[in-house]
Nanobody, 127 residues
Framework: QVQLVESGGGLVQPGESLRLSCTGS????????IGWFRQAPGKEREGVSC????????YYEDNVKGRFIMSRDSAKNTVYLEMNSLEPEDTGVYYC????????????????????WGQGTQVTVSS
């Protein structure tokens, strides 16, 4: 059974950090570009970042650049999103998604290109 499962969300205060995990089963994440998306309350889902499976490049939305870091652990078939200096505006449900066609993260913000999606994990940043 092909599945993506996110974990690691929670409630934190502004300025704190969280690490989200995206673990795959039934397929090998190393052969896919992995994107992180988030959906804030009352807003459309937006792309946050993408990790290429061709050359290891990572791409970030401007509002998280310098604060969020993606990494991969092939042995665990898991991709991580390290989120630092969290702000209330980072609140939302975070989803990971896997795309095989555009493994280099070409047009990574386009949700239609992704083959598999996780169920999401809630991140709340509040004092």
């Amino acid at each position: 059974q092909v599945q993506l499962v996110e974990s690691g969300g929670g409630l934190v205060q502004p300025g704190e950090s969280l690490r989200l995990s995206c673990t795959g089963s039934g397929f090998i994440l190393a052969y896919y570009a992995i994107g992180w998306f988030r959906q804030a309350p009352g807003k459309e889902r937006e792309g946050v970042s993408c990790s290429s499976s061709t050359d290891g490049s990572t791409y970030y939305e401007d509002n998280v650049k310098g604060r969020f870091i993606m990494s991969r652990d092939s042995a665990k078939n898991t991709v991580y999103l390290e989120m630092n200096s969290l702000e209330p505006e980072d609140t939302g449900v975070y989803y990971c998604a896997a795309e095989k066609r555009a493994r280099n993260c070409f047009r990574w913000r386009a949700e239609v290109g992704y083959d598999y999606w996780g169920q999401g994990t809630q991140v709340t940043v509040s004092s």
